[in-house]
């Protein structure tokens, strides 16, 4: 079941007040004429458009968890709420937003239809929303690679904490040092910061070619 405890873990992107969130999405998005009360005053962008089909995502997702009937087989059938969530989703994601809360939707699905034995991307009411599952595909193999060498994907400054999907962000030591002690930094500040104690775990011999000089390859 999707309870609705679970609403309180989607952060500050997500709206506390599903209804009052959708009120305002449907005015941008022009939907349900809640929109003909503003006439021609809104000026939005293409972005603005799309955040707002991601927000509408989200606030349906959580009107979705609040409802008794939230992990059933009938919401998976019939739950108008559920269906706008992903169909929100997709469409962002078709316009080029990849947010997290997408991620979150489209886990929700399928393990709903896991639980009750349904076919997610081929039946007839999720199948069609080849965006979202193909970027969801991605994404959990991503996060694979990351469980596999998470130091690639973490800033090394122990303090840091940066973390990111593309390995490609970080900026390697472009010493001699080996390659499991290799490590990346999400900027020169966290390089300089950490010198002293990559320099610990060197051989003698290699530190004057190593990372206190701050050459950087990109990892790609």
Same mark, same amino acid.
């Given at each position: 079941?999707?309870? /609705? ?5 989607? !952060? ?5 007040? %599903? ?6 999405t449907d ?5 349900n004429r809640?929109? &003909?009360?503003? !006439?021609?005053?809104? +000026? ?6 799309? $955040? ?22 009938? /919401? ?25 809360g997408a991620?979150?939707?489209? @886990? ?6 896991? @639980?009750? /034995? ?5 039946? /007839?009411?999720?199948?069609? =929303? ?5 970027? =969801? ?20 400054? %122990?303090?840091? !904490? ?13 010493? %001699?040092? +080996?390659? &499991? ?6 900027? *020169?500040?966290?390089?300089? *910061? ?5 320099? @610990? ?18 990892? $790609?």
């Amino acid at each position: 079941m999707q309870g /609705a405890s679970s609403s309180s873990q989607h !952060g500050c992107a997500a709206p506390l007040r %599903p209804d009052a969130a959708l009120l305002f999405t449907d005015i941008v998005l022009k939907r349900n004429r809640a929109h &003909e009360q503003m !006439g021609s005053r809104l +000026s939005l962008s293409d972005k603005d458009h799309v $955040h707002a089909h991601a927000a509408a995502s989200l606030a349906s997702l959580i009107k979705y968890r609040l409802k008794p009937t939230a992990g059933s087989l009938l /919401a998976y059938l019939e739950d108008a709420d559920l269906l706008h969530a992903v169909t929100d989703a997709d469409t962002a994601i078709d316009n080029g937003f990849r947010f997290a809360g997408a991620f979150e939707v489209a @886990a929700v699905v399928l393990q709903l239809g896991e @639980a009750h /034995a349904q076919d997610v991307r081929g039946g /007839a009411r999720f199948g069609k =929303y080849k965006q979202l599952w193909r970027a =969801y595909d991605v994404r959990q193999r991503i996060l694979e690679k990351m469980r596999h060498a998470p130091s690639r994907y973490t800033c090394a400054e %122990p303090s840091c !904490g940066f973390r990111s999907l593309k390995a490609h962000q970080f900026r390697r030591c472009a010493g %001699p040092c +080996s390659p &499991e002690v290799k490590p990346g930094y999400c900027s *020169k500040a966290c390089q300089r *910061k950490d010198w002293a104690r990559h320099k @610990a775990v060197l051989p003698q011999h290699n530190h004057s070619n190593c990372g206190h000089t701050h050459a950087e390859v990109r990892n $790609h």
